[in-house]
């Protein structure tokens, strides 16, 4: 794929954004846990069609979004409960519900699976929006790689919090010890424990886009960063009461 080049945007871009980017898209085109590496870009590639969708349009105006009939326009790659929730995700999240999770369980969409496609449409949505935020066109995907599917789960689940499990809210033991630094930690990283490289991939997209889990004990200034922590969370906060993310 052609990567975009920062140096031409209008406005100058740190060097460690386009390396998270670029990083991301490799990491995307591979298979994962629960997708193959050909349907996580079918995943990301959903993401995007779901900003022009009429059906989550009308939902997205409807006083229930579970009462709207029709279809998604997609490729074949995808069930319709996975295109369902990629959809979702995007336009109408704050009306998830535990019962639709667990519809979806029945439907063939398990809870690692779900949880891995979550990862997948918050990362590229997170990049794609930094595009159009700086009225840049979204990067092309990249193509994916063939390999086959890990089905990885990590010990010490429990289901404490959320609509599915996640690990348990003290330090992380074996394979996943490097997840997030002391004893314990927020509920917001845990969300995707059950799929460990989906909160790999959020924390380096949100090292580089926000803070760092080291960079969020500095309530100064980082002399990389031209907003001093005061203004970062004034912006953060601003975008998040925008989008009704009220965390």
């Not at 799929?195 to 080291?214: K, M, N, T």
Request: net charge negative.
């Amino acid at each position: 794929m052609t990567y975009f080049d920062y140096s031409n945007a209008d406005y100058p871009i740190r060097d460690d954004i386009g390396a998270a980017h670029r990083a991301y898209w490799k990491k995307l085109a591979s298979p994962g846990a629960w997708w193959t590496g050909a349907e996580r870009v079918a995943i990301a590639s959903e993401s995007r069609n779901a900003l022009v969708c009429g059906l989550c349009s009308e939902r997205k105006t409807a006083l229930s979004s579970y009462g709207s009939a029709g279809k998604h326009d997609h490729d074949d790659l995808l069930s319709e409960v996975a295109v369902d929730a990629i959809h979702r995700i995007v336009t109408d999240q704050s009306r998830i519900s535990q019962k639709y999770v667990n519809d979806n369980v029945e439907g063939g969409l398990s809870k690692p699976a779900y949880v891995e496609l979550v990862g997948v449409v918050v990362a590229t949505f997170s990049i794609d929006e930094f595009h159009r935020s700086l009225g840049l066109v979204p990067e092309d995907l990249p193509k994916p790689h063939k390999g086959q599917i890990s089905r990885y789960l990590p010990k010490y689940l429990t289901e404490d919090m959320g609509y599915v499990p996640t690990i348990r809210n003290q330090r992380p033991e074996g394979d996943e010890s490097d997840l997030w630094p002391g004893d314990k930690t927020a509920n917001v990283v845990r969300a995707l424990s059950l799929v460990p490289d989906a909160v790999r991939d959020w924390r380096e997209l949100g090292g580089a886009h926000y803070l760092s889990f080291d960079g969020m004990q500095n309530f100064g200034r980082d002399d990389s960063r031209a907003l001093n922590r005061m203004q970062i969370e004034l912006v953060a906060a601003r975008v998040s009461a925008i989008n009704q993310c009220f965390y």
